[in-house]
């Protein structure tokens, strides 16, 4: 299907600039590079870059999908203030009814219920008295509600990943600009604390120029695949090759690389190994057989970008390892890595002798000692942690990252300011499913990453945070 509608052609590109990739070129004079159509923008519509709406004093939701992860959501918004919760809406009622206790334990009043049929949460969407429909359901039913809840003037925010196909992907941001609503995706790793602070450091040059980055979603989740509702995740995951999970590691990889801020992804390759984990589980659990699982264990992706600079990805959610992001970055003056230890490896400089001023020995071959890592997370703090780090500790989610996550979406929201994430990141940090699969399905061949905003990637120069002008 993807291919039908999207891979026109597989085309010679005879001339790749040397600097982009001297060795194919040289070898061969050229490579074949997939590419996918961009369809053209709508006469009369225009990019969503800085995108504002309104100030929305007090900002009504509406809540689609309570599963595992949608009543968390429920919590955290009973503690931002200037908030109210309108509408709870899940297939199944009595995760409805669940969901509501959440609001009784918070003193707070009941919420309108949509449930029973699979498109009550249409109505959820007609209200007129939300401004934000967040949804928390499987990925097949992202897309839909997204562009429904749109269309019917609401903002949106969409968990992780926001579209699996191409076509869904152009649908997402030709709809957000035409009805100028938000559409963010619920990347929550972006805010946690060494992520956060590591990205503050990056910029105040604490690192250079950064050359390449790393992410991953490894963890194995075979506790949680009976828990999904209707086997939805399982069955992705037999049907799909490539990279289906990859926003938590290219979230902070690509504001790192200020992606669409001054850079923008070019081409990418995708590698996995042969699929056992899957039909294992599925032998032991059914008995049954099955030969054509399609999502291979350990998924690799590898990106260029327009200024020369690299991102792996990884994808493992079968095998006994460690939890990991890895969340690694490569800059011409320092080292950064989360996963599973986390530091930094800087030159020595003025700059770090001031922060480290009892280390006569500093070298960038090692990891700096703990209280000097201790004293650059505290010099370098981001400002979001320093007003939200107590209070997200306490309200939790992921260790806080989550809290922020909405309660700066709030904000954003309440204050008429661009939101963190834009519907070009949901495009860039979930099309390595798409492309990937495109990728591995033709031999691992390069395939072309679409410029998302259409010409727009160069606009703002540098990724930052919007916050209230003092
Ligand atoms: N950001 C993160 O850290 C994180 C963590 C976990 C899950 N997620 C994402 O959250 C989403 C939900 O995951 P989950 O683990 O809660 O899955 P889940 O299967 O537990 O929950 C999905 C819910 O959607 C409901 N649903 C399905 N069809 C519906 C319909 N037509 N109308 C209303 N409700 C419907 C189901 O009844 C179910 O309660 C996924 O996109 C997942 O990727 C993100």
């Given at each position: ?38 369809p053209e923008r709508p006469a009369g519509q ?128 030709n709809?957000?600009e035409r ?292």
């Amino acid at each position: 299907m993807i291919k039908k509608i999207f891979l026109v052609a597989l085309i010679a590109v005879v001339a790749i600039s040397c600097t982009q990739c001297p060795f194919t070129s040289k070898k061969s004079g050229g490579v074949k590079i997939i590419e996918t159509v961009v369809p053209e923008r709508p006469a009369g519509q225009k990019d969503v870059i800085g995108l504002t709406v309104d100030p929305i004093d007090t900002v009504r939701v509406g809540f689609i999908g309570l599963g595992m992860r949608g009543p968390g959501a429920v919590k955290r918004w009973t503690f931002i203030p200037k908030t109210k919760i309108v509408a709870l809406c899940d297939l199944r009622p009595e995760r409805v009814e669940n969901a509501q206790k959440i609001l009784t334990e918070a003193k707070l009043p009941k919420a309108a219920e949509y449930s029973g049929t699979p498109d009550a949460w249409k109505k959820l969407c007609e209200r007129k008295d939300i401004d934000l429909v967040y949804i928390v359901t499987d990925w097949k039913h992202h897309v839909p509600m997204a562009l429904y809840a749109m269309e019917q003037g609401k903002n949106v925010s969409v968990e992780v990943p926001g579209a699996m196909n191409l076509k869904d992907i152009w649908a997402l941001i030709n709809t957000s600009e035409r009805t100028r609503k938000h559409c963010m995706m619920l990347e929550n790793c972006v805010y946690d604390f060494f992520e956060l602070t590591t990205l503050n450091m990056a910029q105040h040059n604490v690192f250079g120029e950064i050359l390449h980055v790393e992410g991953s979603y490894i963890h194995n989740l075979e506790d949680f695949w009976d828990a999904y509702w209707n086997n939805w995740r399982m069955d992705y995951n037999k049907n799909f090759r490539a990279d289906i999970y990859a926003t938590h590691g290219m979230g902070p990889a690509c504001q790192l690389l200020d992606i669409h801020r001054g850079d923008k992804m070019n081409v990418l390759v995708a590698m996995d190994t042969k699929a056992v984990g899957g039909p294992a589980y599925i032998k032991k659990k059914t008995g049954k057989e099955v030969k054509d699982f399609q999502n291979g264990d350990h998924t690799m992706t590898i990106i260029r970008t327009e200024n020369g600079k690299t991102i792996q990805i990884q994808h493992d959610v079968m095998n006994p390892r460690p939890y990991s992001r890895m969340y690694q970055l490569t800059g011409t003056d320092g080292f950064a890595n989360k996963y599973p230890k986390q530091g930094y490896a800087l030159r020595p400089s003025e700059e770090l002798k001031k922060v480290a001023p009892d280390h006569e020995n500093l070298s960038a071959h090692g990891f700096v000692p703990e209280d000097v890592k201790d004293a650059l997370m505290k010099k370098y703090k981001h400002p979001i942690h320093v007003e939200l780090e107590e209070m997200a500790k306490k309200v939790g989610g992921h260790g806080g990252m989550d809290f922020i996550m909405d309660y700066r979406l709030v904000y954003c929201l309440q204050n008429g300011l661009p939101l963190d994430m834009d519907v070009y990141d949901l495009a860039e940090w979930s099309c390595l499913a798409p492309l990937g699969q495109l990728s591995i399905k033709n031999g691992n061949a390069p395939v072309k990453v679409p410029d998302f905003t259409r010409g727009a990637w160069n606009k703002v120069k540098g990724y930052r945070h919007a916050f209230v002008k003092k």
